[in-house]
């Protein structure tokens, strides 16, 4: 079950609580009896209905408590914002890609920003021979795209940059990788942020106004974050 599923569950769940409460407190049973009173002159005449008794004020229904939140799993902070891991699975090779997502954006069809773990445990491959895979495999997919490539001297780190874009599918998409050595392996450690198109091509234009500026934070944001540990579980 994914978390989208678990939380209509829990929150339907919450709402017939509240139903069930409300209903509880909908009604409140008394009766009143019918009496007969003399007259002055001794005759018997039906006595006037009583006034109904106010109705007893009761304490407002209970409301059902909002579900706990499920338990996520690992986290970590880009820009001062929280990303929770989503996806992890491992290749056939023996690669594995963790992939964390903002609150509200876990959707694998629309989501604005990610950060990825690509960890390639045991696979005997340098983080230059990972950054060169990488490019080629963009100039393959897509002859058009650019890329920087830059290794740190002192830390060997391997900053990868570029965007791409499908021709027909109204995305276009970002990506930065910093590309290390973790534990004796390789790591890449991934951010990623999409523009969507809405029918007007607008996107482009936003893209083109603002990657300039945010491209450098980016590029240094990622160079500064430490790298998490991988997530060795699937979870999809």
């Known amino acids: 079950m994914t978390k989208f599923t678990r939380a209509v569950c829990l929150s339907i769940t919450g709402l017939c609580l509240c139903a069930l409460a ?5 009604t409140y049973p008394f009766k009143m009896k019918q009496g007969i009173r003399l007259d002055i002159e001794g005759d018997t005449q039906p006595a006037p209905k009583p006034k109904p008794k106010p109705k007893p004020k009761t304490a407002p229904p209970p409301v059902a408590a909002p579900p706990a939140e499920v338990d996520a799993g690992p986290t970590v902070n880009f820009e001062g914002e929280k990303y929770t891991l989503g996806y992890s699975v491992r290749d056939n090779a023996g690669m594995w890609l963790n992939e964390y997502f903002r609150k509200g954006d876990a959707n694998f ?5 990610l950060i990825g773990v690509y960890y390639y445990q045991d696979m005997n491959i340098t983080p230059m021979q990972v950054a060169r895979s990488m490019a080629n495999n963009l100039q393959t997919t897509n002859p058009a795209a650019k890329y920087s490539l830059t290794q740190d001297s002192k830390t060997g780190d391997i900053m990868l940059d570029f965007f791409t874009w499908t021709p027909g599918n109204g995305v ?3 990506n930065v990788f910093k590309i290390s050595k973790f534990e004796g392996n390789t790591i890449s450690l991934q951010f990623a942020r999409r523009w969507y198109d809405d029918g007007t091509g607008a996107h482009q234009q936003e893209f083109a106004d603002s990657i300039k500026t945010l491209r450098p ?3 240094e944001e990622l160079r500064r974050m430490p790298i998490p540990a991988p997530v060795k579980t699937v979870k999809n």
């Open 22 to 26: 409300y209903g509880a407190a909908d």
């Open 172 to 174: 276009i998409e970002f």
């Open 217 to 219: 934070l980016w590029l």
């Open 109 to 113: 069809e629309s989501w604005i920003k």
